[in-house]
């Protein structure tokens, strides 16, 4: 059975940084592209983030690029999302999925973000 | 990399049909045959429901289908069920590895 958990989520300070993980199971996860999604409060989905199965290579959403940073590691089967300097609107539900071909399969449950001062 | 358009809200009693809309551009929906639909119920994940324009996940039922004509896809329910009440989702490939969703649509069963 897939399943993605995620983790690190929590209040931070405006300008502030967090690193998010998750850890990956029942598939072959060094194979497979991964995604960061987020939702804000209320609001809708927001692709944010992909890797490719090595890491070479990785793409962001215009809003967020310089400031997140994706990566992973695949010999313990987890993915990252680094954020720094955090504004309010980074506020929401940040989800990782497998990426397979052109969509996501299997998402995990999320973690919160919450920037306030 | 504006989001894809979607109606806000769509309705219909149990049994009806309804069909959501999700229009983009040439560079996004009109540009590739990859067109993905996500329901989202309150407080959940969200779940593939079709991939690649038309197709379903094994276990999704086969009143979802989807389709596709321009800059526009859409996303039937047939025989609508309570538990089809939903947040749905689209999303389009936009080339050079990026994504994009749609805005949303609130499915509400009369």
């Known amino acids: 059975e897939v399943q993605l958990v995620e983790s690190g989520g929590g209040l931070v300070q405006p300008g502030g940084s967090l690193r998010l993980s998750c850890a990956a199971s029942?598939?072959?996860?060094?194979?497979?592209?991964m995604t960061w999604v987020r939702q804000a409060p209320g609001k809708g989905l927001e692709w944010v983030a992909n890797?490719?199965?090595?890491?070479?290579?990785?793409y962001y959403v215009d809003s967020v690029r310089g400031r997140f940073t994706v990566s992973r590691d695949n010999a313990k089967n987890s993915l990252y999302l680094q954020i720094d300097s955090l504004r309010g609107e980074d506020t929401a539900i940040y989800y990782c999925?497998?990426?397979?071909?052109?969509?996501?399969?299997?998402w995990g449950q999320g973690t919160l973000v919450t920037v306030s001062s | 990399q504006s989001a894809l358009t979607q109606p806000p809200s769509a309705s219909g009693s149990p049994g009806q049909s309804v069909t959501i809309s999700c229009t983009g551009t040439?560079?996004?929906?009109?540009?590739?045959?990859?067109v993905s639909w996500y329901q989202q119920h309150p407080g959940k994940a969200p779940k593939l429901m079709i991939f690649?324009?038309?197709k379903r996940p094994s276990g999704v039922p086969d009143r979802f289908s989807g389709s596709k004509s321009g800059n526009t896809a859409s996303l039937t329910v047939s025989g609508l069920q309570a538990e089809d009440e939903a947040d749905y989702y689209c999303n389009s490939y936009a080339g050079s590895d990026s994504y994009v969703f749609g805005t949303g649509t609130r499915v509400t069963v009369l």
């Open positions: 029942g598939f072959t996860f060094s194979t497979d592209w």
């Open positions: 040439s560079s996004d929906v009109g540009g590739y045959n990859f």
């Open positions: 890797i490719k199965p090595d890491g070479s290579d990785k």
């Open positions: 999925a497998r990426h397979y071909f052109q969509y996501f399969d299997f």
């Open positions: 690649e324009v038309t």
